[in-house]
Every structure is written in C-alpha cells, then in structure tokens.
C-alpha cells in the first residue's frame, strides 16, 4: 500500500497555532516553531481503505485528523490519497507523540489518486455514524503544500513512495469504538473505517 | 554470520560475509570479493526506525536532563542511511554535527506485547549506526526534530547485520567514537538506561514490531562537533567498526 515513510506535519493549522498563543513563548517551547514539526506514522499504522481499526483499552476516544497525503512517484507527478491520522489527544507537543500516533491501524489511507488543482483551499469533511462533525480547508494551512515540500527539502529528502500528510486540524472531531468514519474532499473516492474495541487480552 | 546488504551484477541483494571476512557468499551460491561489490546500508526497505534519546545516563547529564523515567523515543525515514565508507556531509549553515555511536538491534520476528524476559527472543541481530544530531536546529517541538536528526546521509549505518547469536549479552559490549584517531566517545551499553529487551518490551506495549524494524538505542558520553574531511569510526565490541568521512553539503 504504502512503501516509503508517512511523514505528517504537526501544528500546520493556523487556527491551532493561534490559540496556543503565548504558550508558545514559554517553557518547554520557549519560542514559537520555526521550521516544519514533522512526525513519521511507522508501518504498523497503516490500513486500507474500510479497515477494522481496533482502538487499544487504553485509548477510549481517538483524535480523527482527515487530511490529503501527497505521494512522491518514481516519474510523473505527485500523486494524492485521502488519509485519515488517529491519535490520543494530547496537549503537549514537546516529546515525540509515539505510544499517542503510532498504535497498529492507526493511519488509514485510501487510494492514490491524481492531485487536486485546487490543493490549497480544498475542504475535507469529516463524518461519523453519518452525521457531519467537522468540515475544513487546506486554507488554514500555516505551510501550503507547496511551501512544505519546499522548506523540507531544505534539510531532508521525500523519496519515491514516501507520503507525506499535509497538516491535521487542531479541532479534529474524537471517535470512540463502534463509531464508523468517513471522509470526503473534491476529487477522491471517500474513505472509510469503522473503529472497533479490541479483543480483550 | 555477519549479512550485507550490497549491489552486485546490477542488482540489489543480502549476502553472508565468509569467516575470513575477505569475500562474500551470494543467495545463487558463489563468492565474490569487496572489490566486485557496492555495499549498502543493510536495512529493510520500509522498515520502521527507532531512535533513543537520552538512553544513557551519562549522555543525559552531559546535555542537561535528568535521565527519562521512559523511553524517549523518536522515529527516523530511510533517508539518512548510508552505507559504510560513505559520507556524511555537514551543512554549510551549522557548526554543532556530532557523531552518536550506537548499538542498533534489528527485530527477527514479529513483536506484541512480549515480556522483556522473552524479548531478547525477537531480535534477529545487531549492527551499528552513527546516528548525527546537528544542534543548531534544535527546538522544543516533537523535540529531537527531525531537522535535527533526520538530515540526508547523517546517518552511516552498517557495515553488516551480526547475528544476535554470535554477538551474545547485548548490554555488555563497548563503544567508541574516533575522529582522525581520537577517541570522543568512549561507553559501554550496559550503561543503557533502558536496555534492548525493556525497549522491545515497551514498543511492543503498545504497537506491532515486526522483521526488519530497527532500534537504534542511544549513545554514551562525549559530544564532539565535527568537520569536513573529518575520518569518523563508530565501534561496537563483538558487531564491527563503521568507517565514514565528513563531507560538505553542497
């Protein structure tokens, strides 16, 4: 499905970025982000489209982060996938969010697709159980997707096959166990997954 | 068996290194020399990588932080391995790159939820990465960043996978770090805070590892900045010595 590294990029949504406000200027930040915060979603987390993604005891709500992963090609274009980014909630951004991001299933990906001319501004609703929850655009990005891959480049290279999510909202609706989810944008097929307790030990 | 990972007759694959270290053993059968080879880093493709921070207690103190009461563990892309007698090149915008030796296990089967009493069970074998952390890029978010460590060809890994069989109790081993022959590090991983099987035990807590995953474990005392045409050997008793130089980035 995936054969390279998920990077995501956290704290690219301005709205979020604005309400941590001076927090950013005080410790354990002590000034706010200057280059792309990025985080890999290892191999374990990925899940097709439809997947049963199991959330572990200890996590009894989900952060469900809808967002578009660009995917380098070997030749051609970038291609897109819609991609949804589970994680526990979690407030502090300082130390690397592992046991929060990276539990089995935890990065369900559809298909790869053709990019959106309108990437920028494109909006990504989120369903649950068929009920709209949350609605965003790509607008309220902090680095567009043309700027990330620019300021990445700076310092690491994104090799073919490797994804890279584009941002995830700070609003991003919570999920629970036993709740479907699906998310839509313009020009990719929804994606959906049904979140399901895991089996007991 | 000592497993490299190489390009032979235009393509990629693993061969075994014979005792006598002077040729290598193909999957088809034959043996070909050093010479007939280009080695490369001897990971899975799409493997996960992991990284320890602060995982000795003395490289703790020395940066300022008490030692973790858990694993600080962050994730790495395929992007910084390069093989042995490769190049690692310095940005031209930073000073701070220092060389980090550490005891790399490679998983052998698949990992969840095992006990650190069966742990040790999982690893296939150990090599050793030099894994550079350039401190001008530091910042407090998601911290180490990855523009910290997860720069292009910072970290030489290699030279081969050693099986865990013949390296034995992997918390007695001593490491080192020269530069131009200059020791800059010098530890031993019994001083890990945590050791290989209690990071195996922890990750598989609460994710799957499987064959081919990679944890890179820490790295003792000694901070030492570096410089172009720097000649830096990473050295892991019982695993091998992993050669590089000091390039500059273009």
């Known amino acids: ?201 | 068996m000592k497993h490299v990972r190489l390009i032979h007759a235009g393509r990629e694959q693993w061969g075994v290194v014979t005792a006598d270290e002077q040729a290598i053993a193909l999957a088809d059968g034959t043996s070909v020399g050093w010479g007939d080879i280009t080695l490369l880093p001897p990971v899975t493709p799409g493997a996960t990588i992991f990284a320890l921070g602060l995982n000795y207690a003395d490289h703790s103190v020395e940066l300022g932080f008490k030692p973790p009461s858990q694993p600080l563990v962050f994730l790495k892309g395929h992007n910084g391995f390069v093989a042995h007698n490769g190049v690692s090149p310095k940005p031209r915008d930073a000073d701070q790159m220092h060389p980090e030796c550490e005891l790399v296990a490679v998983i052998g089967r698949t990992a969840k939820r095992v006990s650190a009493a069966d742990a040790l069970d999982h690893v296939a074998g150990y090599t050793i990465a030099c894994d550079y952390a350039v401190r001008e890029f530091l910042e407090n978010y998601y911290r180490p960043n990855l523009r910290v460590k997860n720069r292009d060809a910072l970290t030489p890994l290699g030279p081969w996978v050693v099986d865990a069989a013949d390296v034995g109790d992997p918390q007695a081993l001593a490491l080192t770090t020269t530069v131009n022959g200059a020791t800059v590090q010098s530890g031993s991983t019994r001083d890990m805070v945590f050791p290989v099987a209690e990071l195996i035990a922890w990750l598989s807590s609460f994710m799957t590892l499987s064959p081919g995953d990679m944890i890179l474990t820490g790295t003792p005392h000694g901070v030492h900045f570096v410089s172009e045409d720097d000649a830096v050997i990473c050295e892991v008793e019982r695993v091998g010595r992993l050669a590089h130089r000091v390039g500059l980035k273009p």
Request: charged share 20%; net charge negative.
């Open chain 1, 1 to 201: 499905m995936i054969s390279g590294t998920a990077y995501g990029v956290a704290l690219n949504d301005r709205e979020q970025l604005a309400g941590l406000g001076e927090a950013l200027n005080h410790a354990p930040y002590g000034k706010p982000p200057v280059a792309p915060i990025l985080y890999v979603k290892p191999r374990n987390c990925f899940a097709a489209a439809g997947s049963a993604v199991a959330l572990p005891d200890d996590i009894a709500e989900v952060a469900v982060g809808a967002t578009i992963a660009i995917e380098r090609t070997a030749a051609g274009p970038h291609l897109a996938r819609l991609a949804i980014d589970l994680f526990a909630p979690h407030a502090s951004f300082y130390r690397p969010a592992i046991a929060e991001r990276c539990r089995d299933g935890f990065l369900p990906v559809g298909p790869a697709t053709a990019v959106p001319d309108a990437l920028s501004t494109i909006e990504i609703v989120t369903a649950i159980n068929g009920a709209e929850r949350h609605r965003w655009s790509f607008a309220r990005l902090v680095r567009s997707p043309d700027t990330l891959a620019r300021d990445i480049a700076d310092f690491m290279t994104l090799a073919p096959g490797d994804i890279l999510l584009c941002g995830i909202a700070g609003d991003a609706p919570v999920a629970r166990a036993g709740d479907r989810i699906e998310i839509t944008a313009t020009g990719f097929a929804p994606l959906s997954v049904t979140l399901v307790a895991e089996q007991a030990r």
